[in-house]
């Protein structure tokens, strides 16, 4: 029997690298790299309809090394889009395509704001705390990396 998932810190029985784009559709713990440069070590992720319209709303302000990831069916712009409401912190958001590409970026996102539409098609939102993204450019492939947990 499968231990549940969870975001508690706990010791790893081995990494695996990957970049299969459908490894989100079974969160385990996740590493987000870009350039050697860790962006994000404690992500959520949000792939049914109600966490990824809920997003960050309500929650607390993202700490470094937390991130919020929302998977589309598809990649397009419409499912991708996103709001601010009642998210009361400022963020970072980046849009990746199915092969993990970053195809746009906005840094400083405030609180309140009604609509953020991507400029290309995506398939994953990345919410970051904020100045997390200037790590980040577009054109550049992330990396994720996984941990089995026992």
Not at 23 to 28: K, Q
Not at 117 to 139: F, N
Request: charged share 30%; net charge positive; no cysteine.
């Amino acid at each position: 029997m499968e231990k549940p998932f969870s975001f508690a810190k706990e010791k790893p029985l081995g990494k695996r690298k990957t970049k299969d784009a459908n490894l989100f559709e079974r969160p385990e713990n996740i590493e987000i790299v870009n350039n050697n440069i860790l962006i994000a070590d404690d992500v959520k992720v949000s792939n049914d309809m109600f966490s990824k319209t809920r997003g960050l709303m309500f929650s607390r302000k993202l700490k470094k090394g937390q991130a919020l990831l929302l998977v589309a069916d598809e990649e397009n712009k419409m499912e991708t889009t996103i709001h601010m409401f009642f998210v009361f912190f400022p963020i970072d958001v980046v849009w990746l395509d199915s092969k993990l590409k970053v195809v746009d970026k906005r840094e400083n996102v405030k609180s309140f704001t009604p609509l953020i539409v991507p400029k290309q098609p995506a398939k994953y939102v990345l919410e970051l705390p904020i100045k997390t993204g200037r790590h980040i450019y577009i054109g550049d492939v992330l990396e994720v990396n996984t941990r089995k947990w026992k």
